[in-house]
């Protein structure tokens, strides 16, 4: 089987990367606004946890982006950009859930972007046969699902 991609094909490849790419950062937006804002018995260690979790969401951008990039296209910048392409919703202006409808919230992004990544993946594998990018949103998968597991166990105890 002929594993050298076209241009074509790079291109049509690069345009399933970016709607994640809104994904990944309405998601790094909503965590940076949960780290300011969360409140209550939990405050330290979700203030904590969510620092990481951006932080982490900032290189998953970059990689992302620059995936695109490498396959020639020009990767979405703006703030309008993001949200015509995301899935993933941001919260209301002024509105603040509770430090456990946050978790809910949070758990609930990680698992639909994970579920989206892993179709996207799959498409890109299937019909392109790049393993190569299908492999890197497999990875992204995994620990997108892991820090649903690990935020849901978190609440499940009811805190
Ligand atoms: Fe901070």
């Known amino acids: 089987m002929e594993l050298i991609l076209t241009s074509v094909s790079k291109t049509k490849i690069a345009e399933m990367l970016k709607p994640i790419l809104a994904d990944q950062f309405v998601l790094y937006i909503k965590l940076r ?3 300011w804002n969360v409140t209550g018995s939990h405050f330290l260690t979700l203030h904590k946890k969510f620092e990481e979790l951006y932080n982490e969401l900032a290189e998953d951008i970059d990689n992302v982006a620059e ?5 020639g296209l020009y990767a979405p ?8 392409l995301a899935n993933l919703k941001e919260e209301e202006e002024g509105e603040y859930p509770n430090q456990f409808d946050m978790v809910k919230r949070i758990v609930n992004d ?3 972007l994970a579920d989206r990544i892993r179709e996207i993946g799959n498409k890109i594998q299937t019909e392109y046969s790049d ?3 299908a492999s890197g949103l497999y990875n ?3 620990k997108y699902e892991k820090h649903a597991w690990l935020l849901k166990s978190m609440i499940e105890e009811g805190f």
């Open 131 to 133: 393993e190569v990018t």
């Open 67 to 71: 995936r695109i990039r490498t396959y």
């Open 77 to 84: 910048g703006t703030m309008q950009e993001f949200l015509r």
């Open 140 to 142: 992204l998968t995994e």
């Open 110 to 112: 990680y698992n639909s």
């Open 33 to 35: 606004n949960y780290h």
